[in-house]
């Protein structure tokens, strides 16, 4: 059974509007290749939020969500365990790729989205 998430609450979707406006250049660089369905015609939203929580990537359809995590993602690691027990929860499979990742080897990035995304 999917444990279907809540609407986010209004601050909540107020700081995904926040984060759509000051992407990181990694989470940039990364949209202007899955945007308007350029990636295997797969529609991608960015900051996108799910309850409480704001994922930078999601493909509703493939139940697939992208995260480009920085340097911040080593010292909370304990609540990020928490956010993808909580995600996975809601039936979304996860991706993590650091932000070098990202910015120095896009097309591993793109090519490991468009294999998971053909999991579905």
Same mark, same amino acid.
């Given at each position: 059974?999917?444990?279907?998430?809540?609407?986010?609450?209004?601050?909540?979707?107020?700081?995904?509007?926040?984060?759509?406006? !000051? =992407?990181?250049?990694?989470?940039?660089?990364?949209? %202007?290749?899955?945007?308007? +369905?350029? #990636?295997?015609?797969?529609?991608?939203?960015?900051?996108?939020?799910?309850?409480?929580?704001?994922?930078?990537?999601?493909?509703?359809?493939?139940?697939?969500?992208?995260?480009?995590?920085?340097?911040?993602?080593?010292?909370?690691? !304990? =609540?990020?365990?928490?956010?993808?027990?909580?995600? %996975?929860?809601?039936?979304? +499979?996860? #991706?993590?790729?650091?932000?070098?990742?990202?910015?120095?080897?896009?097309?591993?990035?793109?090519?490991?989205?468009?294999?998971?995304?053909?999991?579905?």
């Amino acid at each position: 059974m999917t444990n279907k998430p809540i609407r986010a609450s209004y601050p909540v979707r107020q700081r995904a509007r926040e984060l759509r406006r !000051e =992407s990181t250049p990694a989470e940039a660089h990364l949209w %202007e290749h899955l945007r308007g +369905r350029q #990636l295997e015609n797969l529609k991608f939203r960015r900051q996108h939020p799910i309850e409480r929580y704001i994922v930078d990537f999601i493909c509703i359809e493939a139940r697939l969500i992208v995260e480009v995590d920085g340097d911040i993602h080593l010292v909370q690691q !304990e =609540s990020d365990s928490y956010r993808t027990a909580f995600l %996975e929860s809601c039936n979304y +499979r996860i #991706l993590r790729f650091a932000n070098d990742t990202v910015l120095n080897d896009l097309d591993t990035v793109l090519s490991a989205i468009a294999q998971a995304a053909a999991q579905t």
